[in-house]
């Protein structure tokens, strides 16, 4: 290894990092300098299995061979290429690909840099497809408590977690909020949860207070991720389904998590058996390693915008990087990797031992729940009294020292490694994880 990849940066300070605590981790910082497979290495050359794929992202592992060489070539061939009115065949290629991958009825892509991003995107094509339908009343967004998609303004209007929102001014105007789906008679459910179908009627009640007339869109993440892994109940997303359709209403599926694999199917839509109007995307879809997002849309939205005269822009919305080649190439080596690899297929195959490893820490100390879910697992711990969020980031410390990547949300372990583990690396995972939870305050 060259000795500029393994010597720490001598000044910290410029350096204003994202939902981090800056000051406590300038104190004492925790440095990845590189990654290979299931780990990563650390600056002081310690092995750290990943039990995160990253941020939800690296789903075929790192340095995966097909990708980096993609990266390459394409850098080396065709860097970069205008996204507005000009073309290049990878971004089409790739769109194709993803189209095949999603549901029947889901047949268009647009591109994006970020799930962010996707989130805007969506949000955005939902009202003007209103309008160019004719209702252009419909402009209202409904999310949901606890929901995630995002941080930018859209996405945080939309989206339930306070602590995104409370600092940021007045958001966007016309919103409303459905109830979370996170029910304690449901504690230390494996996979799907029986209570809660019911939550779904809520959106009755917001329709009735607003009228669907004016009701663009539902947005809702599959699996709610971010927030600490609640799942969705059974027959909930289905509830969803039939109330937006009934009311002209679309429905947006936040796949940034649930995309690619992660709970054993291609999208949390196949994995729950229902299909919705707009998915976004993003994370796995490059696996990680450059950004890219798409947001995928059926036919009748897409259709709904190609009218008026040929020479003019369908849709005012894009990016300087939207399909960029080298995230095309990227993309493309990505999906080559989960087919090739069977790398869904393994997810499906080790979540029944996952599910079992996982629950084995029932009992321990703290642990107050315990939820899973394909290749995603949640471990939520009792707060320190006074100090919430505590005792799971003293967790994480933990279990960084003890040589495994875990993310904390509040007090909630949240789990989702890699799709190309295998039963050592789990017990590794989960055996590392309850000798740190032992040991906690
Ligand atoms: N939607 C969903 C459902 C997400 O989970 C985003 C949108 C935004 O994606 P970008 O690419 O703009 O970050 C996300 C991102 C965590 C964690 O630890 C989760 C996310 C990002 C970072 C950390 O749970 N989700």
Redesign the pocket.
């Known amino acids: 290894m060259s000795q500029s990849t393994t010597t720490p940066p001598n000044d910290l300070s410029a350096f204003w990092m994202p ?1 981090t605590a800056n000051r406590q981790f300038k104190k004492n910082p925790r440095m990845f300098v590189a990654a290979e497979g299931m780990y990563y290495t650390t600056g002081d050359s310690r092995q750290v299995l990943d039990g ?1 794929a990253g ?3 690296c789903n075929a592992g790192h340095k995966q061979p097909r990708i980096v060489e993609a990266i390459a070539k394409q850098a080396a061939e065709l860097d970069y290429a205008p996204a507005f009115q000009m073309g290049h065949p990878k971004a089409f290629e790739l769109a194709n690909r993803l189209v095949d991958m999603a549901p029947e009825g889901i047949n268009h892509a647009f591109y994006t840099n ?6 805007e995107t969506a949000l955005k094509i939902a009202i003007a497809y209103h309008r160019a339908r004719g209702e252009g009343s419909r402009t209202r967004l409904i999310g949901r408590e606890r ?6 303004f859209g ?1 945080i209007s939309v989206g339930g977690i306070g602590p995104n929102r409370k600092t940021f001014g007045t958001l966007l105007s016309g919103v409303d909020h459905m109830p979370h789906t996170h029910i304690p008679e449901n504690a230390f459910t494996r996979g799907q949860p029986e209570h809660g179908a019911n939550l779904a009627d809520e959106l009755e009640r917001i329709v009735a207070l607003q009228d669907a007339s004016n009701i663009a869109a539902v947005i809702v ?1 599959p699996m ?4 600490g892994v609640l799942l969705p109940p059974k027959g909930y997303l289905d509830r969803l389904r039939a109330i937006t359709k009934k009311h002209g209403i679309l429905l947006i599926f ?5 995309g690619f694999g992660r709970l054993g199917s291609a999208f949390g839509a196949d994995h729950y058996g229902v299909t919705p109007d707009i998915m ?1 995307t ?2 796995g879809l490059t696996n990680g390693v450059i ?1 890219m ?1 798409a947001v995928l849309t059926t036919s009748e939205i897409h259709d709904a915008f190609m009218n008026g005269p040929e020479n003019l822009i369908e849709l005012f919305h894009g990016y300087t990087y939207s399909g960029n080649p080298i995230a095309s190439a990227a993309g493309l080596a990505t999906l080559e990797t989960y087919k090739e690899d069977g790398l869904f297929e393994n997810a499906r195959d080790l979540a029944g031992y996952w599910e079992d490893a996982l629950h084995g820490l029932k009992g321990l100390p703290h642990v107050i729940d315990i939820r899973n879910e394909g290749l995603i697992g949640a471990v939520e711990l009792s707060p320190i009294e006074g100090a919430p969020t505590k005792r799971a980031f003293q967790a994480f410390l933990d279990a960084y020292d003890a040589g495994i990547l875990i ?1 904390t ?1 509040g007090d909630i372990i ?1 789990l989702s490694p890699p799709l190309i583990i295998n039963k050592a690396q789990i017990d590794e995972l989960i055996g590392k994880l309850a000798t740190v939870l032992k040991n906690l305050d």
């Not at 970020?114 to 989130?119: A, W």
């Not at 709610?224 to 927030?227: D, N, Q, V």
């Not at 936040?254 to 649930?258: K, R």
Request: hydrophobic share 30%; with cysteine.
């Open positions: 939902f995160t941020l939800w992202c970020s799930g962010s991003e996707s989130v929901g995630y998609h995002g941080v930018n996405g993440e709610a991720g971010s927030t936040d796949e940034v998590i649930t976004t993003a994370k950004p997002g993310r949300t949240a």
